[in-house]
């Protein structure tokens, strides 16, 4: 069945359409209120909290995604230069760092101004992209921060975008 099978409509709400989404995959969540769901997906490497929350105000709906990772201080230099050569190679979203809570995240917007609706396959490409990004870079990231590499060299560690069909 394709997730477009079970699709309700193009007025859903876009956190309804996210729990679809959600159940589909058999990934654990909660719907923390109306406008708000939190789930977790096991990855290769490693757990991924994801949120996303949808704003009436801004008409947008926020995915941010984030893991744990607690360098060691005097690599957190090496860890914001891979951030941004990291996020010169993503377009739809990018990494931050949280220090304080010591967390990685991916941050993404998705703008759906006067009343536009998200499908769920656009949806389940947001939260791919993000899970994808993710995976790609954290060997990277981990490289960088504990197997004492310049972040030009722990960069290229990151798992290429493949483009076509083998």
């Known amino acids: 069945m394709a997730l477009s099978d079970d699709y309700i ?26 406008d708000q769901i939190a789930m977790v997906v096991e990855g290769q490497w490693r757990s991924y909290s994801l949120t996303l929350a949808w704003s009436d105000q801004d ?6 995604m984030t893991f744990e990772m607690d360098p ?18 993503v ?26 609706c998200a499908s769920i396959q ?18 990277a990231f981990q490289l960088g921060c504990w197997g004492n590499r310049t972040a030009a060299d722990a960069i290229q560690v990151a798992i290429a975008e493949a483009y076509g069909r083998a």
Do not use: C, K
């Not at 654990?28 to 109306?34: G, K, S, Y």
């Not at 060691?72 to 190679?89: C, F, G, H, K």
């Not at 656009?122 to 060997?139: H, K, N, V, W």
């Open 72 to 89: 060691p201080a005097e690599r957190l230099p090496v860890l914001y230069d891979m951030l941004n050569r990291a996020n010169d190679q």
């Open 122 to 139: 656009q949806l389940d490409e947001m939260i791919g992209t993000a899970l994808m990004s993710a995976e790609r870079f954290y060997p």
């Open 91 to 116: 377009w739809s979203g990018g990494f931050v760092y949280w220090p304080e809570q010591r967390l990685m995240a991916w941050r993404y917007g998705l703008v759906l101004t006067g009343g536009q």
């Open 9 to 34: 409509g193009d007025d859903a709400h876009p956190i309804d359409v996210v729990e679809d989404l959600a159940e589909a995959h058999a990934w654990e969540f909660n719907r923390v209120t109306d």
């Open 59 to 64: 008409e947008m709906l926020r995915l941010i």
